[in-house]
């Protein structure tokens, strides 16, 4: 993912991205995703803000779903 061009908290974003990458495709692939919303979105915080309340929503239902059976 090329960081050109981009701002300095998007390109840091990118950088971070790429070193996390764990080289299993799925999770990469995942990484890559929102490393394109970041750099359509030109700025970090929002696109990670949103990301992490979908994490938690998964999260908080996984959990209902095991207390409910």
Do not use: C
């Not at 750099?39 to 409910?68: C, K, N, S, W, Y």
């Amino acid at each position: 993912m090329s960081t050109t061009n981009h701002s300095p908290a998007v390109a840091r974003a990118l950088a971070d991205i790429e070193a996390h990458k764990t080289g299993e495709s799925g999770t990469d692939e995942f990484l890559d995703y929102i490393g394109q919303l970041i750099v359509e979105h030109g700025d970090p915080g929002p696109v990670f803000e949103r990301v992490l309340e979908l994490i938690e929503r998964e999260r908080a239902q996984e959990t209902q779903t095991v207390d409910a059976a």
